[in-house]
Structures are given as structure tokens and as C-alpha cells.
């Protein structure tokens, strides 16, 4: 419901069309191959195919497209995630409708849009943007593999269906998740799932 809503504001607002509204990550990246849209508005906490990993594909595929993820948090995890993958905005979902506009306006038009709760959080300097001072926690010490990995298996998907959506076969799945808890010290897939909530990796 709201996904439509947002599509129909957006719709009445000048100079901008939308080409599509789906409902999950998978989608999005099929979507934006095919049309080639000048900005793919992102929700952080989307089904399927993780986030990032879509947009990682999308900018690889569609150079000319720039990422605007929309999210109710702004976990540094996130902020982080979102620098890696060169997205030009990310908008915090209790800004009002009307900065919305702006940010997808402005990233459009080739610039960037962060709102000041996520830009408090980032420095940049001569070589870019980063985080400034990120925490140092657990989830820092693993790699984006190992962490696309974490979040799946907190969604309760089973290692055929994250092998699948990650391009990878089961058994490299499995040796992920031992990687994972023994660098975590975990022991099972369910305090692995309260790491990630812990950690911000995902929303309970």
C-alpha cells in the first residue's frame, strides 16, 4: 500500500515518471536493467535479493542510474553499506513527502541528497565520502559476503534459497555460515539471527 502510494504521489509531481513499482530487490534490478531509469528509489528492507547487492548490480549494469535508498533507520551499518556501493542519497522515511521530491530531483540532476541524520554521520574528504568514526563492532570484523550470508539466514531462508539468490551453490552457503560462527563465536542459526537484529544488520 504504501509502495502504490508513493508511486501515485510521485506520478502528479512535474518532471517526474515512474517507469515501475515493485516489491522486492529481485524485481528492482530486473526493472531497472530493462528501462534504464535515471534514479531507482530503494527501500533498505526489501524481500529477496539483498539491497545493496541489487544496487552493487544495478550500478554495474546501468552506469547512468543512481541509487536513492529510503529507509525508516539509519544504522551506521547502513550508511555504511550504502557509501560502499556508491549510492548517490539516502533519505530517512520520517523526512516530510516534499524532501522526497527533492532527493530524487536533485540525485537526477546528477548531485547527491542525504538527510541530516545520515549526513551527520558521514566526512568527506579528498578521497570521498565515509562513515565518520563507525562503530566498531562485531559485524565489522566480517566481509560482505559474510554478511549478505548473516542477513539471509535472519530472514529464515534456508541455504538453497540464499544459494539461489546469491548465484552460489549450497555447499559455498554452508562454508560461509561455519566461517561465520567461528569467527562470531555463534553456534546456531537462531543466535545468529539475534546477532544480526543486535547489530542492526536487520529490523526485528
Given amino acids: 500500500m504504501m509502495r502504490e ?93 516534499e524532501k522526497l521530491i527533492d532527493a530524487i530531483q536533485t540525485v537526477a540532476a ?27 563492532t562485531r559485524a565489522s570484523s566480517l566481509t560482505r559476503r559474510e554478511l549478505e550470508v548473516v542477513r539471509y539466514i535472519a530472514r529464515g531462508m534456508l541455504n538453497k534459497e540464499i544459494a539461489r539468490i546469491m548465484g552460489i551453490s549450497a555447499k559455498t552457503v554452508e562454508q560461509h555460515t561455519f566461517h561465520l560462527m567461528t569467527k562470531l563465536d555463534i553456534h546456531s542459526r537462531v543466535d545468529l539471527t539475534r546477532f544480526a537484529i543486535r547489530e542492526g544488520l536487520i529490523e526485528a
Fill in 110 to 136: 546528477g548531485g547527491v541528497y542525504f538527510s541530516p541524520e545520515v549526513q551527520s554521520r558521514i566526512t568527506v574528504d579528498s578521497q570521498g565520502a565515509k562513515l565518520t568514526d563507525p562503530d566498531q
Fill in 5 to 97: 502510494a508513493m508511486a501515485k504521489w510521485l506520478e502528479n509531481v512535474d518532471n517526474i515518471q515512474v517507469v515501475d513499482a515493485v516489491g522486492n530487490a529481485d524485481d528492482a534490478l530486473r526493472v531497472a536493467v530493462r528501462e534504464r531509469p535515471d534514479v531507482v528509489l530503494m527501500d533498505i528492507d526489501m524481500p529477496g535479493l539483498g539491497c545493496f547487492s541489487a544496487a552493487r548490480s544495478i550500478t554495474a549494469q546501468c552506469p547512468e542510474t543512481s541509487i536513492l535508498f529510503v529507509s525508516a533507520f539509519y544504522h551506521d551499518r547502513y550508511i555504511e553499506q550504502a557509501l560502499a556501493v556508491e549510492a548517490a542519497g539516502y533519505v530517512t522515511k520520517n523526512e516530510p513527502f
